[in-house]
């Protein structure tokens, strides 16, 4: 079991470039989360899914899209990269309804160049 | 807008000196008050969930206490493992599938 994976670990963009944040789950949650941390700040949620085929947008989406490809994946994209998204992305999931804590995964370290 | 604010930012202790922090919300509606413990270069872990006003939930040396605006998290007698940061986030009725963070207060345990 090992709970919520991401890759890459780390990852160097140049401005423009695009690349896609993979995220999957084996706790068979429902739901599942992006958020970018910046240094000194809390998580920033940026598209959560409530279930298999709906996306939603949180509070910080511009610039990225997501995909929720099955139960267990949720993909974020980075279209055309940007210093500002200099961040670490967080993927998390939870079973939703009443049950609402989430578990997250290890990170990836994104620096745009 | 709902708002989550901890204090303090960062917090110094010594071993076995017992302290709390704070977590102070602005929400109509409060779902649910969740607390997770950060360590460097990983991801959140989850500690507790509070529903209630007057609700208590421990474990080990840590308590989770809440009221209509506030929760503390009180740490009694800490070791140096405790040190982390310590995320609140709450979930409310009208966006029951977002949560919203505070900043966080990073823990230093001396021994």
């Known amino acids: 079991n090992a709970g919520v994976t991401q890759t890459p670990k780390f990852q160097v963009l140049k401005t423009g470039q695009s690349m896609t944040l993979q995220c999957a789950q084996d706790?068979?949650?429902?739901?599942m989360y992006w958020y970018r941390q910046d240094p000194g700040m809390g998580l920033r949620l940026i598209y959560y899914s409530a279930s298999e085929g709906t996306t939603d947008k949180g509070e910080v989406p511009n610039g990225y899209n997501v995909s929720r490809l099955n139960k267990r994946e949720f993909s974020l994209r980075l279209e055309s990269a940007a210093p500002s998204q200099t961040s670490v992305y967080f993927c998390?999931?939870?079973?939703?309804?009443?049950?609402?804590?989430?578990?997250f995964g290890p990170g990836t370290r994104l620096l745009v160049l | 807008e709902d708002q989550v604010t901890q204090s303090p930012e960062a917090l110094r202790l010594q071993e076995g000196e017992s302290s709390s922090l704070n977590c102070s919300y602005t929400v109509s509606g409060l779902r649910g008050l969740f607390w997770y413990r950060q360590d460097p270069g990983k991801g959140p872990e989850f500690l507790f969930t509070?529903?209630?006003a007057g609700e208590e939930k421990e474990k080990e040396r840590l308590k989770a206490t809440l009221t209509k605006k506030e929760s503390f998290l009180h740490i009694t007698a800490p070791k140096p493992e405790d040190s982390a940061t310590y995320l609140c986030?709450?979930?409310?009725?009208?966006?029951?599938?977002?949560?919203?963070f505070g900043d966080g207060t990073t823990l230093t345990v001396k021994p």
């Open positions: 706790m068979n949650h429902n739901s």
């Open positions: 986030a709450v979930r409310t009725n009208h966006n029951a599938g977002k949560s919203t």
């Open positions: 998390a999931s939870s079973y939703g309804g009443k049950e609402e804590t989430q578990y």
């Open positions: 509070l529903y209630s």
